[in-house]
């Protein structure tokens, strides 16, 4: 067996059902003409052409056809490959719901279709909808290769939303390869799923012992390399160092050339920041991913996933998602060699510096209060508790219905529930809070319990919501209904949710500063306290601050933030050696370290939030900064002379 999406559609089949639907046009060409033309299109990798051609073809054929289907499907794989995903999931949703479901012989475009959904999906880490379309395109593939295909990337995925999920998938992909022998880079890509499954339930020795399979699979530690011997190295690498054997780990990290350059340096981007703790995926100090990317000539970050998780599933997506947001300079990237920017690794933890709250968690407890006086109640969901809870949602809202119809109050708490799930997918997400709200408005409920509904209405609405800027625009209307207008609650949720989503420190000052002087809340009101202290952060980072630490006392807060408060205490000396294991196999890397110093210039609460290559330097770059010295302030009450500063340790080889 062999998994290879080349010519896997049936082009007789295809042209016939299409040539039958229009041959009485009479066209200057023939259908199957027509349809050479657009596949011969497909093959060239003329995107552009191809679906020109295909919407050409579509035109051709008759509205509601199985033919008009076909030509569908095909159009959104070219407007996939064009980077138009909506338009691309609009086609293929389309062109499903012509296709005769159980007409064998469009077994493949059925397969062609949600497989194409799940990887737009994926793209956009909405991992829970892309393991509807890959369970969906395993239960039409009529092959062993395609279903293979399909069953892989459905354990890709639900590996962080339902590793059950992950472990059924295979268990079928093994039944298929004891019946239909898989090659070596089928074989290896089952060891690597393996393996990170594994990996992700803290079983290390038995993601290492996959892990090292996979890397034979694709023919051992030879000089011989591309991405996908890179990866499979780099998952040897990791689990062999959480599994306790360090020495292996290392060889195999040596192996990805992570860390060794054959010319320029890996430098930290120009915008690299890590997300927050707190906030709506409620990140702790504790929580670590290692996240997996590619960079671009323009230095845009491309294939962002998740590899490893000290957390949960939830973790590493949203470790992943702050990696979206992260741009090198075209100078950057010239200066080191462009395999190296594939399949890059970088180990991640949340910055303590200036925590975010989570606007969600304030707005849920808005619809639960509602709820309550309605005699309803949201039960409390417990971190990370969504797949194994997602089963007794639905059928809590199957027994609502049942009791007392699809639109009463009464399955409005499910669906809440159901909407805010993380195995719930975008599209499902949509339609079930486009329901939830209905029934609220329909009852009554307030602004402020409506708004969590609206948005999630609004940020599901589009499979490119997750690009820069998509987000806040979706949003941003809401601003000007009437109800949310009038709600202090309500629209300073809003302008924080927008400033949160911005990547412009320049823009986000702008909905912070609405929050912060909003007549209508108190003065010791959460958003006002979370918006006061994110403004004064940006005015310290803009270099005013004596804005900053008047900004920083409106919020009545601790005094602890010197980066507010005080001038930062002036840098003496540094501390640390360069790491021995590092030095025998000739790493280069760095570290980004987060601290605090005490009123006697001692570092204190010293932690890696980033480290390149993962696991290599963060120890070296922790005892770096542990052993620095800074000089002293005074504080009257003893307490943290200065806390949330940020240090970035390089390690570089002498000579």
Not at 89 to 104: E, F, Q
Not at 364 to 389: C, H, N, T, Y
Request: aromatic share 6%; charged share 20%; glycine share 8%.
């Amino acid at each position: 067996m062999r998994i290879d999406r080349a010519g896997l559609m049936g082009a007789g089949i295809v042209m016939a059902a299409i040539a039958a639907q229009v041959a009485a046009q009479g066209p200057a060409t023939t259908v199957q003409q027509d349809f050479e033309a657009a596949a011969a299109l497909d093959a060239k990798g003329d995107s552009t052409a191809a679906l020109a051609a295909w919407t050409t073809l579509e035109a051709r054929t008759k509205p509601g056809s199985r033919s008009r289907g076909i030509a569908l499907i095909r159009k959104s794989a070219a407007l996939f490959k064009l980077d138009r995903a909506d338009d691309a999931v609009t086609a293929a949703r389309d062109g499903l719901a012509l296709l005769p479901a159980k007409d064998p012989t469009l077994a493949e475009d059925r397969w062609r279709a949600y497989f194409d959904l799940g990887l737009i999906a994926q793209n956009a880490l909405d991992y829970a909808g892309a393991s509807v379309s890959f369970a969906s395109a395993a239960a039409a593939a009529d092959g062993a290769s395609l279903k293979v295909a399909a069953l892989l990337s459905l354990a890709d995925t639900t590996t962080f939303t339902d590793p059950a999920a992950a472990d059924a998938a295979l268990a079928k992909v093994d039944a298929l390869v004891r019946t239909a022998p898989a090659d070596a880079d089928v074989k290896a890509l089952i060891a690597r799923r393996r393996a990170i499954l594994a990996l992700n339930r803290g079983q290390y020795e038995q993601a290492r012992t996959q892990a090292v399979e996979a890397v034979k699979f694709y023919g051992g530690m030879t000089s011989q390399t591309d991405s996908r011997d890179v990866s499979a190295r780099s998952d040897a690498a990791i689990a062999s160092l959480l599994a306790g054997k360090s020495e292996e780990a290392r060889r195999y990290m040596a192996m990805t050339g992570a860390g060794r350059l054959s010319k320029g340096e890996f430098d930290p981007a120009v915008q690299m920041e890590v997300p927050a703790c707190g906030g709506e995926a409620d990140l702790r100090p504790a929580d670590m991913a290692v996240v997996e990317f590619t960079i671009d000539n323009d230095g845009v970050v491309r294939g962002v996933s998740p590899i490893y998780a000290a957390g949960g599933g939830a973790v590493a997506l949203e470790f992943a998602r702050a990696v979206r947001d992260w741009s090198w300079t075209p100078e950057q990237t010239k200066s080191f060699p462009a395999f190296f920017r594939y399949n890059i690794r970088v180990e991640m933890r949340c910055s303590t510096a200036f925590e975010r709250p989570s606007i969600t968690k304030f707005l849920d407890a808005d619809m639960a209060a509602w709820l309550e006086s309605k005699g309803f109640s949201i039960p409390v969901r417990e971190r990370g508790a969504d797949a194994a809870a997602i089963v007794g949602q639905r059928a809590a809202l199957a027994a609502a219905e049942g009791k007392s119809g699809p639109t009463s109050l009464a399955t409005l708490p499910p669906l809440y529930q159901l909407v805010g799930n993380a195995v719930v997918g975008r599209e499902e997400a949509h339609e079930l809070a486009q329901r939830a709200f209905a029934i609220a408005q329909a009852n009554g409920a307030p602004p402020i319990a409506l708004l969590p509904l609206d948005i999630r209405v609004r940020e599901t609405e589009s499979a490119d919501s997750w690009k820069q800027g998509a987000y806040a625009r979706a949003i941003t209307p809401l601003l000007s209904k009437p109800g949310y207008a009038q709600d202090p609650q309500a629209r300073s949720a809003l302008q924080l949710l927008i400033a949160d989503s911005t990547r412009s420190r320049s823009r986000r000052v702008a909905p912070l500063q609405a929050v912060a002087d909003d007549k209508g809340l108190a003065a010791n009101d959460p958003m006002r306290v979370g918006a006061l202290i994110l403004l004064a952060s940006l005015q310290q980072q803009a270099g005013d601050p004596v804005a900053a630490r008047a900004t920083f006392d409106r919020s009545g807060l601790a005094a602890s933030q010197c980066a507010i408060l005080d001038a930062p205490p002036r840098f003496l000396s540094a501390g640390g050696t360069f790491p021995d294991e590092a030095r025998i196999w000739g790493f280069e890397g760095w570290t980004r370290t987060q601290f605090d110093v005490g009123p006697d210039g001692k570092v204190l609460n010293e932690r890696a939030v980033l480290s390149y290559p993962p696991f290599v330097f963060t120890k070296a770059g922790t005892q770096t900064v542990a052993g620095a010295r800074y000089t002293k302030t005074f504080r009257p009450d003893g307490g943290v002379g200065c806390g949330g500063l940020s240090q970035n340790v390089r390690f570089k080889m002498p000579g």
